[in-house]
């Protein structure tokens, strides 16, 4: 039974509710929505129940039989729809009426790009302060599932992410590659030999860190038939358990190359396990991205056009 309403007042946790329940009911149910959402199908059902909570409405049916509106719960997707409707209508009109670009552009970045000579987001950002100064930036480094959710949900206006699992939700504007390799740490095992065509022992038998999320990394460490003895959530971290010499990791290139330098790590049969990952700047399809959002695509795109 669901409680009395808790809603007084609209806030942007309860807009966000308002988006994902449109965004399952347009699906057809929950599951169809994970790739939607980018997030997993019991956040996603959390979300439902937080909304009717708030509401205190049941507006869906849910479970093995299947996904289906109430009375109620289609009355309030008429209702979602204007609401979401009015504010992208007014967030584009309050755009449009200055004349210089201003308020605060919310970048999501996935690990280090500073060190990779084929990322020129530094150059994007010159270019972008000079067409608009007035504009306020505010870069977070998160997990590429966090970013393409918080732009999906309209609380990030770009994510600079690995292209790998790609919603319909989202715009990919590709920019630039990294190169990832397995590497070791010294004392590892399979250090002296590392760099050979083939390792003394199959990879499989050795510990093995990877990210904890849908990646290219997960995808790479499965398809050498490695299993994760440690999960992090980014390069920082990866780093830090490779260079123990207990476990294998993949690492970009770039970051590497400091390490490798200090003979604190080699690369690991790298003809057999160097794999590419090419990264990309996605936004919303819709609502369309305001002018300050589309000013910084057309800078990135530029700055890696060259």
Known sequence: MVKRAQ???????????VRVFVAVTES????????ELNIG????SKHIADL???????????????FSLTGEGERVLASARILLSSIDNFQSAVDNIHTNLAGTLRLGLFDQSTTNPNAHLHEAIHHFDKIAPNVSLEISIEPPNNIEGRVIDGT??????????????LSYVALYEEWMTLY?????VLFDSAEREKPDLTLAEHKYAGFGFNSPN????????????????DEEALSLLIQSGSYLGFLADHVAETFLSKGKVRPVAPDQTKYVSTFAAISRKQPKPDRKTQTFLTCLRDAHSA
């Open 7 to 17: 809603l007084k007042s609209l806030g942007d946790v309860d807009i966000r509710l």
């Open 28 to 35: 057809g149910g929950l599951a169809a929505a994970e790739p």
């Open 41 to 44: 199908r019991s956040t996603i």
């Open 52 to 66: 009717e909570m708030r509401m205190g409405l049941k507006l869906c049916n849910r479970g093995p039989a299947g």
């Open 156 to 169: 990030m206006d770009i994510g600079i992410v690995p292209i790998h699992r790609q919603s319909t939700s």
């Open 184 to 188: 070791c740490g010294a004392g590892h």
């Open 218 to 233: 997960m995808k790479a460490g499965q398809t050498l038939g490695m299993r994760r003895a440690a999960r992090v959530q």
